[in-house]
């Protein structure tokens, strides 16, 4: 069984400023929640009972956002605002713990998910999911990240999520080398080796790392020997190149979609995505769309 997941928080955002100057990027709405919200949804709804914060002392707000506010229940109580309260109440399931850790250094990806080596231990297999990165799995039976534990609990090896991108895009990802071999949309397929944010023109692949891993917890060793790579950072993605020497590792093909909220524009597709299919705004919104459509 798969129970936790890591969530990397400590970086500054600098890609969405100055929306993040004061507030943490993953604090940014998508219609009516954060977006660190949907994300921490998806792990829950693919049966993660555990989440690790490694975050940094200027976002606070991320853990304050899924812990109880008294005050604030207290007031909707004696208001009478009943509906609200349950939807307060209701942000993490009872059974759903969130701890928190401090990455003290921007040392890189890999250095952040090291952080949560004394929570997690050597010996247990655990999920990690960029919070920049949102994955809606709607309209699928399973989302994604369940997809990836399926894989696991079948051939036993770490799960990365990948999608193809723009071969021009490449130089912004990790990139997989897959044999030449392109997985169907959720299926997996071994992996011969993994490059971060390779020159666009030694990309071995257009295959990229989208932000969700299944990784077993013989990770923590090899990160912890991991030199810096690409940009002087401890890049996740080099341990995982000496993993699959090790054990192998599987590049999981996704199915949904994907939104890309370290950036403005992916952000703004977020919410035309979510607000469209809104139980409350949805309606409303469409309406605006078509108004906006019809005045260009
Ligand atoms: C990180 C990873 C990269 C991955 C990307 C997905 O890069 O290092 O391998 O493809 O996330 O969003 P970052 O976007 O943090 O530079």
Do not use: W
């Not at 701890?99 to 247990?124: K, M």
């Not at 011969?192 to 030694?202: D, F, M």
């Not at 597709?269 to 705004?281: S, T, Y």
């Amino acid at each position: 069984m798969i129970r936790k997941a890591v969530l990397p928080v400590a970086g500054l955002g600098t890609r969405c400023l100055p929306a993040s100057k004061a507030i943490p990027k993953e604090m940014i709405t998508i219609v009516d929640k954060p977006v660190i919200q949907y994300v921490v949804e998806e792990a829950v709804a693919a049966g993660i009972k555990e989440i690790v914060l490694v975050t940094h002392s200027s976002k606070g707000a991320i853990e304050n956002h899924f812990d109880k506010h008294f005050e604030l229940e207290t007031t909707l109580e004696a208001k009478g605002k009943h509906e609200l309260l349950e939807e307060l109440r209701n942000i993490i399931p009872d059974d759903v713990k969130i701890i928190s850790v401090r990455q003290p250094e921007p040392l890189g990806l890999g250095h952040a998910v090291l952080c949560a080596r004394p929570i997690i231990g050597d010996d247990e297999p655990f999920t990690v999911l960029l919070p920049d990165v949102l994955v809606d799995g709607q309209g699928l039976e399973r989302n994604d990240l369940a997809g990836m534990i399926e894989a696991y609990e079948k051939n036993g090896q770490a799960q990365i999520m990948v999608e193809n991108v723009p071969r021009d895009m490449t130089h912004k990802y990790g990139i997989v080398d897959l044999d030449g071999e392109t997985p169907e949309a959720g299926k997996a397929a071994p992996m011969a080796s993994v490059v971060e944010k390779p020159a666009v023109e030694e990309a071995p692949s257009t295959l990229a790392v989208i932000g969700r891993y299944l990784l077993p917890g013989a990770i923590f060793p090899l990160l912890a020997e991991t030199r810096p790579g690409a940009g002087g950072e401890i890049q996740l993605t080099d341990a995982i190149d000496t993993l699959i020497a090790r054990e192998g590792v599987q590049a999981y093909r996704m199915q949904g979609a994907t939104y890309d909220c370290g950036h403005q524009l992916g952000y703004l597709e977020a919410i035309l995505a979510f607000a469209k299919r809104h139980p409350k705004f949805g309606a409303g919104f469409q309406d605006l769309m078509q108004r906006y459509a019809a005045e260009e």
